[in-house]
C-alpha cells in the first residue's frame, strides 16, 4: 500500500467516524453543549427561577428585563418538545436547583404529527413533572399555557384539550400555577392577535412578550 493510499484511506475512516458521531447525536445535543460552556463560563446562582422549553422562551433573550425584580435563568431551546425536557432534565433544570420553574412546551408536540394526541401531551407533562417533583419536591412549578399561534390555528382544538388538562393536574398539586395567556392573546371574535407575532405567525414581537409579562408576573414567587 503506497503513502498516498495509506492517507487517503485513513481520510475516509476518519470522515465515517465523524459522519457517523454526528449521526449519533440526539436531538439538541450542541445545544444543551452551548448551556454547560455558558454555565462553566458565569455559573448562575442556585435558587433563582428556571425557564424552560421551546422557542416562545429562546426567542425571550431579553426576558431578565421584564421581570428586573427576579432573577431568571432561560434554558429554553428552539424546536424542543415535552420529551426533549424529559430527556435533559439532569442538564437543564437539576443543576440549577430552581426555587421555580416555568415550562413553556407542547406546542411542537402537537405539530410534529397528527397522530400526537392532546392526551398524550398531558401524560408527557406528567412525565416532567414527576420527575422534577423527584429531586425537588419543594420547588414552584408553572406552565404557560399554550399559545394561540395564527400559524397553527388547526391545532387550537388541541391546544386548548391540552391547556385545560394541564391546568387541572396542577390544580390537584401543592407548589404550582399554570398561567393563561391562550385567552388574552385572542380577539374579542375569538380569533388570534396578528398584531402580537412576527411574520412567521409563530413567534413573538415584544407586544406578545408583554402580555407574557403581565400574565406570568404575578406568579412569580417573592
Not at 123 to 146: D, G, W
Not at 184 to 204: C, I, Q, S, T, W
Request: one cysteine or more.
Amino acid at each position: 500500500m503506497t503513502m498516498f493510499v495509506k492517507r487517503l484511506y485513513l481520510f475516509v475512516v476518519f470522515s465515517l467516524l465523524v459522519v457517523s458521531g454526528f449521526a449519533q447525536e440526539p436531538p439538541f445535543f450542541r445545544d444543551i453543549q452551548a448551556f454547560k460552556r455558558q454555565d462553566s463560563i458565569a455559573p448562575p446562582p442556585a435558587n433563582q427561577i428556571l425557564f424552560i422549553g421551546s422557542s416562545s422562551f429562546t426567542y425571550w433573550k431579553d426576558v431578565q428585563d421584564y421581570f428586573p425584580k427576579h432573577r431568571i435563568i432561560n434554558r429554553g431551546f428552539g424546536g424542543s418538545s415535552l420529551p426533549d425536557l424529559i430527556r435533559y432534565a439532569n442538564e437543564i433544570i437539576f443543576p440549577y436547583s430552581p426555587r421555580q420553574i416555568v415550562i413553556y412546551c407542547g406546542e411542537n408536540d402537537l405539530a410534529a404529527s397528527d397522530t400526537v394526541s392532546a392526551a398524550t401531551v398531558i401524560e408527557r407533562f406528567q412525565t416532567l413533572y414527576s420527575i422534577i417533583r423527584s429531586r425537588l419536591p419543594l420547588a414552584e412549578v408553572t406552565f404557560v399555557s399554550l399559545k394561540p399561534s395564527p400559524s397553527r390555528q388547526h391545532l387550537f382544538p388541541k391546544m386548548m384539550e391540552v391547556n385545560a388538562g394541564v391546568k387541572a393536574f396542577l390544580k390537584k398539586k401543592k407548589w404550582t400555577s399554570f398561567v393563561d395567556v391562550f385567552s388574552k392573546m385572542l380577539n374579542a371574535d375569538g380569533a388570534p392577535m396578528e398584531d402580537l407575532f412576527v411574520n412567521d405567525r409563530l413567534h413573538m414581537n415584544p407586544k406578545g412578550y408583554a402580555i407574557w409579562k403581565r400574565e406570568i408576573e404575578p406568579k412569580l414567587i417573592k
